[in-house]
């Protein structure tokens, strides 16, 4: 059993920066593919970004390319989300989550076998 725990979230203003952490217990992560979801207010659950166990893979949504990054430091048992030129529709609850590789598309979150229980983002204008 593996627990994810986010932090890192807050109000911020558009044009800010966020790290958002997601710390994992349990279970060493290495051999998970870990991502990041969010859900707006309203709005269903949505695929980020994901990134490899060994960190040689990345791949982000177009909303967000070039502005999030993802990265993971295994030593630490630790995911990280870099957000920055944050803008209104960023506002969100954002979720990690960890899967053991599979051949599931990485926006499958059915295929995910554990999501932390997020932490609140909210972008003013």
């Known amino acids: 059993q593996v627990t994810l725990v986010e932090s890192g979230g807050g109000l911020v203003q558009a044009g800010a920066s966020l790290r958002l952490s997601c710390v994992a217990s349990g279970r060493t992560i290495s051999r998970y593919r870990m991502s990041w979801f969010r859900q707006a207010p309203g709005k269903e659950r949505e695929f980020l970004a994901t990134?490899?166990?060994?960190?040689?893979?990345?791949y982000y949504v177009d909303s967000v390319k070039g502005r999030f990054t993802i990265s993971r430091d295994n030593a630490k048992n630790t995911m990280y989300l870099q957000m920055s030129s944050l803008k209104p529709e960023d506002t969100a609850v954002y979720y990690c989550a960890a899967r053991v590789p599979t051949y599931s598309a990485h926006s499958d979150q059915q295929s995910y076998d554990f999501w932390g229980q997020g932490t609140q983002v909210t972008v003013s204008s």
């Open positions: 990134i490899s166990g060994t960190s040689s893979s990345t």
